[in-house]
């Protein structure tokens, strides 16, 4: 069964410090992956995506994920952390059915910043 | 342009009671879903709507259920309230086409349940 695994429950970086959140998935075909980003009693906003060409994607506030076909892994880096990144991180992949799609999302890493 | 809204933000009820939760997609976007977010359970897939119809559902019971209206906003419906129904709803809608494949899906900002 297709599923994705967030290694890290709860990260502290330092404020200016580089991080990065791990993401393993288990899905038979080439995947679609998400990092999606949740601030206390927020929804979700997508940070970037993965569809297909370049491994190396960009995404908003600085963010950037390397996928690794070989390692089945979405990594998500940043070179400097700032306070207002503190949230709740989570990593999905697409399902593909049909039409459409459903994310199935890994249980988030919980990132905490210290100054 | 509107994102997705969801209503109501905050929502009470006592167990065995019926709960129903709105969601509004981005105009233009058919596709709705919905996901449960409980403490220590993690994002949970729902259900997805397309064009009215229901397209596929996540591993909840049949108490579980929603439509999708004409004008695309859907709504999800919580029957014989449980406890552990407590939990913060999510909805999304998709912007993704039959030929690309996938959907980039937008959250709005949950409605919380909380079942007494």
């Known amino acids: 069964a297709q599923s994705v695994t967030q290694p890290d429950i709860h990260i502290t970086v330092s404020e200016g410090a580089s991080l990065e959140l791990r993401c393993n998935y288990s899905y038979g075909a080439t995947p679609y992956l998400f990092w999606y980003v949740q601030s206390p009693g927020q929804g979700l906003q997508l940070l970037l995506k993965?569809?297909?060409?370049?491994?190396l994607v960009q995404g908003i506030k600085g963010f950037e994920a390397e996928f690794k076909r070989s390692q089945s892994s979405f990594n998500l880096r940043k070179p400097s952390v700032h306070w207002s990144d503190a949230a709740e991180y989570f990593c999905?992949?697409?399902?593909?059915?049909?039409?459409?799609?459903?994310?199935?999302f890994g249980k988030g890493t919980t990132l905490s910043v210290s100054s | 342009e509107a994102g997705v809204t969801q209503s109501p933000t905050h929502l009470i009820k006592t167990r065995g009671q019926q709960a129903t939760l709105r969601c509004s997609p981005i105009?233009?976007?058919?596709?709705v879903y919905w996901y449960q977010q409980a403490l220590g359970l993690g994002l949970q897939f729902l259900l997805w709507y397309d064009e009215g119809e229901e397209r596929n559902r996540g591993n909840f019971p049949p108490r579980f259920s929603g439509r999708q209206f004409p004008n695309y906003s859907s709504e999800l419906n919580v029957n014989a309230l449980e406890l552990e129904d407590s939990a913060l709803y999510l909805c999304a809608s998709g912007d993704g086409t039959p030929s690309s494949g996938a959907n980039v899906l937008t959250f709005g900002a949950g409605s919380r349940l909380t079942v007494l």
């Open positions: 105009s233009g976007h058919t596709s």
């Open positions: 999905a992949v697409a399902l593909i059915r049909g039409a459409g799609t459903a994310l199935i």
């Open positions: 993965y569809f297909s060409g370049d491994t």
